[in-house]
């Protein structure tokens, strides 16, 4: 591996981590009542994507479509965060949604930039050093924190579908940003905040107030007429 490619991949590495750093850091100090709201602060990485998208590639923007998009998108975090507190819906601490907002500016970077240099950095080949030295990191830093690591607590079918499931995600999306088309890459992912807020109250027996749903509905709404630029 050439020092190019080894500095370009240590780019990729430093975003892959700190975004998983910053997403852990704001699920572990949230209450499970509260993590819709997580899930949907994080879910602004659409915009992301497409501001360093604008910035890196210098593409052409519409000034007024990015200005509404963005309006909007903001209008669906205030519903989230004010909305919640007048609706005594479970909030969670201001720094894990300040946490979870900053997860998702450094996503829409690592896109980007995979997009840039993933090919010079080893492609998707070097995506399972990026996950293997990221789930080494996470596991000492769970075990400082004295975290319960009994697997055999796991059913083997749901620990089974924990560890494909992520790496299938993380491949098709690297896949994706790299050789696809961001626009039609984007809308398809506009499906994953409803997905997770629906899994979210199943799993955890999250309250999903209706603002919740318009929150996420302004979101992605200004999401796609970003993307319509």
């Not at 850091?25 to 819709?36: D, H, K, L, N, S």
């Not at 690591?149 to 079918?157: C, R």
Request: charged share 10%; glycine share 8%.
């Amino acid at each position: 591996m050439n020092f190019l490619m080894r500095k370009f991949l240590s780019v990729r590495l430093g975003l892959y981590v700190g975004y998983l750093l910053l997403l852990y850091g704001a699920i572990v100090g949230t209450e499970p009542q509260a993590f819709p709201l997580i899930i949907l602060s994080n879910y602004l990485w659409p915009f992301a994507t497409i501001v360093f998208s604008v910035i890196i590639f210098k593409l052409p923007v519409d000034v007024k479509k990015l200005s509404i998009g963005l309006t909007l998108a903001f209008l669906g975090v205030f519903l989230e965060l004010g909305g919640s507190h007048l609706l005594e819906i479970p909030t969670p601490p201001l720094y894990c949604t300040i946490l979870a907002i900053v997860a998702a500016l450094v996503w829409g970077l690592y896109s980007s930039v995979n997009r840039a240099i993933g090919e010079r950095s080893g492609g998707v080949q070097s995506l399972a050093i990026l996950m293997g030295i990221a789930a080494v990191i996470m596991l000492l830093i769970g075990r400082l924190r004295a975290e319960p690591m009994n697997i055999a607590l796991v059913p083997k079918p749901i620990f089974i579908l924990y560890c494909i499931m992520p790496f299938l995600g993380n491949l098709c999306w690297d896949i994706g940003t790299r050789k696809g088309n961001l626009v039609i890459l984007g809308f398809v992912a506009d499906l994953t905040p409803w997905i997770s807020l629906v899994t979210a109250a199943v799993f955890l027996g999250s309250p999903l107030h209706p603002s919740l749903f318009i929150a996420a509905f302004c979101i992605l709404l200004g999401a796609w007429i970003c993307r319509t630029m």
